[in-house]
């Protein structure tokens, strides 16, 4: 069973929505005159990303505002931002169009990489044509998990693969990857500290995945709120650092 909206009720909810956002507005307005801004903000982020990198920028934040409680919801479900109640969203890859506004964070950067154990026992591919004749690690979640679209400068190849381990979780498919499993196909960001160790090593590395856009996404409405612009510049200025 499902309920939905009258045409009178949608008129109703989108004129208090502007009524709502001008006291909101109103609010901040005389906290901005005050200097402190206040209120809470509910973030939606993807689960491997959240855990690796905003789980360790948003304490800062939480730090210098404390007034403005933060709840960080992490999730590789697609979330329907304003029917959820979030104020914020981190969601890569292509936008579909919507009334959301959108800021783009980085391009995240994919490598190939595997272990020095895995390495020992077979010889490493010298060309992306010799992925497929080996143990390669696949993250589900993918649009195409039984495929490597990998690119070197104009050069670009799609490469099929048959998964020896799959795991709808990138962190999940990194731990494989270090205990010796096959090769994967990994954000750098999270695979950046195993390379300088060298528990990993990267594969081919003049060949990488296509790049993956990152981006804030928000309703419009969220630009009149003084907590909601503090945390997008404090995220733009950190993302730009990384």
Known sequence: RSLSLTDTGLFYFEQICDVLDGIAAADDAVRTETGTPRGRLRISAPMSFGLVVVSKLLPRFARQYPEIKIDLIMSDSFVDIVGEGFDLAIRGGRLADSSLRARKLLDIERVLCASPAYLSE???????????????????ASTSPNSWHLKSGSESKTIAIRPAYRANNSLAVREAVLEGVGIGLLPSLYVSKSLANEDLVNILPEWKGEAQALYLLYPGHQETSLKHRLLVDFLVEEFADL
Request: charged share 25%; with cysteine; aromatic share 6%.
């Open 122 to 140: 077979r010889t490493a591919p010298t060309k992306p044509d010799e992925l497929s004749e080996h143990a390669c690690l696949a993250y589900s």
